[in-house]
């Protein structure tokens, strides 16, 4: 069913799911549909009574909890603006995105009130703690406001405004109506059918469009019950939450998946000679990953249905890994600006370094192809497109083309049975010296398949490729001949690329790279480095 608005999908969840789970947080408290709706309307009281109106921006910042889908629906539902900031931006960013948004009013958690600065509060007309939903300062709104009947929104109207934290430029206000966000609920039914007797853990930032839409709207819609895991998902704090949970559906990130792959699996199986050389084997490989495959499976509660991969391209050695596993995962493409799926496929269905098929409704075109591998920019035209960007009106001309198709800036391809893959960005893709293109993703991908690199990154400099590299936790012997373990990395990127594409050098990160809260690296902060001969760091 498609519902015209947030508020039409809170209704109705509200009235059909009172007596169930809502949103629990793991060794916290938990909230029923009704109480949950308690809450809504406290907070939407307050709203109200500060002199807040409809089309006023509301900003929440706040870690994934119970509470943070309150202020997100209390805002929504009464046509206001949601302004969701992702924790781990900086202060200054915090400041810029309350100013740049003109938010009126400010949720926030204890742990982060401290990190705005004065400036910004002082601009507030209400600031509210998210933990208990308690008034901080309302000194500006008006207390006396008699009550009058509570506006409602309009599938056109702004829900929310979403700042991205993207890998080549600064945070851009990402505008998405009620109508975008009610429409890709539709398109995730036909995905993958959620029941009332659903569990979902929620490990990623509540401020992302991924989890927001599919792992908080969407159980959310459907009556199922969505846990908090309220601690960074290390794997002290992982392991036993699984086990008591039990979920049935999670949405997670690759480098999550990757890191399961390098350290539990990779290095379990090629940590003597003997079992390196058996783990070359093809059958036998197979074999131990399927054995790998059934631990991991009970370790995630054993009633996995959907794991969600997303936010960024999964490693192939690490997907193969899965396939060989027979592990449920799933795969998907998006943006914030389609709020977010575009494509997306389901075990048993995914295919080896594809993100899936197009969604219903949604039209997808190649342009620009390169006439050789067919790789070009992904372009859609789709009822979830944003409706802009806010106060940017030369970043939305950039974003569309003259005939109104989006320009992900992605580039990719699709196969004859209509499967899309991503092979990188267009701003990240390198001319060659003889106007050849080079995907440094691509190139990226392989460097991570070899047993020293943690990840690592493929730049330009002075007409060369250069790799910079992050070897964690390598071992003293290992560390005592860089110069042989940097050719041995080259030699086995370089064996596996078209000539065009070979690196001419290694350098290597003492530290990990810096990345977006989807765990992609900040591309921008290492295309401009200082070249220093005879330091190991880039920096």
């Known amino acids: 069913m498609l519902y015209p608005t947030l508020r039409d999908v809170y209704t109705n969840s509200i009235n059909t799911y009172a007596a169930r789970t809502a949103f629990s947080l793991y060794e916290g408290e938990s909230v029923t549909y009704a109480e949950f709706s308690q809450r809504v309307e406290t907070v939407q009281t307050i709203l109200l009574r500060a002199g807040l109106e409809k089309g006023d921006k509301v900003a929440l910042l706040c870690s994934s909890m119970p509470n943070w889908n309150v202020c997100y629906f209390a805002t929504v539902t009464l046509g206001m603006v949601i302004v969701p900031i992702l924790p781990d931006f900086s202060s200054a960013a915090i400041a810029s995105i309350m100013e740049h ?34 008034v901080i300062d309302g000194k500006k709104a008006r207390t006396a406001v008699q009550q009058t009947e509570r506006p409602i929104p309009e599938s056109e109207d702004l829900a929310a405004i979403i700042y991205t934290s993207g890998t080549t430029s600064s945070p851009k206000g990402v ?3 009620h109508r975008a966000l009610c429409n890709q609920l539709q398109r995730v039914c036909s995905l993958t059918e959620v029941v009332a007797t659903d569990v979902f853990l929620s490990i990623l930032p509540l401020s992302h469009t991924y989890e927001c839409s599919l792992g908080m709207l969407y159980p959310f819609m459907k009556g199922a019950s969505v ?3 309220g601690v960074p998902p290390t794997p002290s704090n992982m392991l036993p939450a699984l086990k008591k949970i039990r979920p049935t559906f999670m949405l997670t990130v690759p480098l999550i998946m990757e890191k399961i792959y390098t350290r539990q699996v990779f290095a379990r199986f090629t940590r003597n000679k003997v079992m390196k050389t058996l783990y070359r ?9 399927r054995m790998a495959g059934k631990r991991l499976y009970n370790t995630f509660g054993g009633r996995l249905r959907f794991f969600g991969i997303g936010g960024s391209k999964l490693n192939r050695a690490t997907e193969k890994f899965l396939r060989d596993a027979r592990f449920p995962y799933s795969i998907g493409y ?18 080896l370094e594809s993100t899936g098929r197009v969604m219903e409704g949604i039209q997808i075109r190649i342009e620009d192809k390169n006439p050789e591998n067919g ?8 009822p979830c497109i944003m409706e802009g960007y806010y ?46 293109n080079v995907y440094p ?20 400099r002075n007409g060369k490729l250069v790799a910079l590299v992050y070897l964690q936790d390598l071992k003293q012997e290992l560390r005592d001949q860089i110069a042989m373990v940097h050719s041995d990395i080259m030699n086995y990127v370089n064996s596996k690329v078209g000539k065009m594409s070979r690196i001419t050098s290694i350098q290597e990160q003492e530290n990990g790279f810096e990345k977006t809260p989807t765990q992609k690296i900040k591309r921008y902060l290492y295309t401009e480095i200082l070249n220093r001969k005879g330091k190991k760091s880039v920096f």
Not at 119 to 131: G, P, Y
Not at 281 to 289: A, E, G, P
């Open 281 to 289: 084997v093809r059958f036998i490989r197979r074999r131990l990953h």
């Open 101 to 134: 948004s003109e938010s009126r009013a400010l949720f926030v958690s204890d742990k982060l009130f401290a990190k705005i600065p004065n400036q910004a509060k002082e601009r507030m007309d209400l600031m509210i703690r998210a933990v208990n939903l308690a």
């Open 375 to 382: 790789v070009g920019e992904i372009q859609v035209k789709t």
């Open 175 to 177: 505008m998405l109506s």
């Open 334 to 351: 998006g943006l914030t600006e389609t709020a977010p799926l575009i494509a997306g496929a389901v075990h048993p269905d995914t295919y």
């Open 391 to 436: 106060k940017n009106p030369e970043a939305d001309s950039e974003a569309f083309t003259e005939d109104g198709w989006f320009r992900t800036k992605d580039l990719g391809e699709i196969d004859s049975s209509g499967r899309l893959f991503i092979r990188g960005r267009l701003s990240n893709m390198i001319v060659g010296s003889s106007g050849e």
């Open 227 to 229: 846990v908090y895991l």
């Open 441 to 460: 993703e691509e190139i990226e991908n392989i460097l991570n398949q070899h047993e020293l690199v943690t990840e690592s990154l493929v730049i330009q």
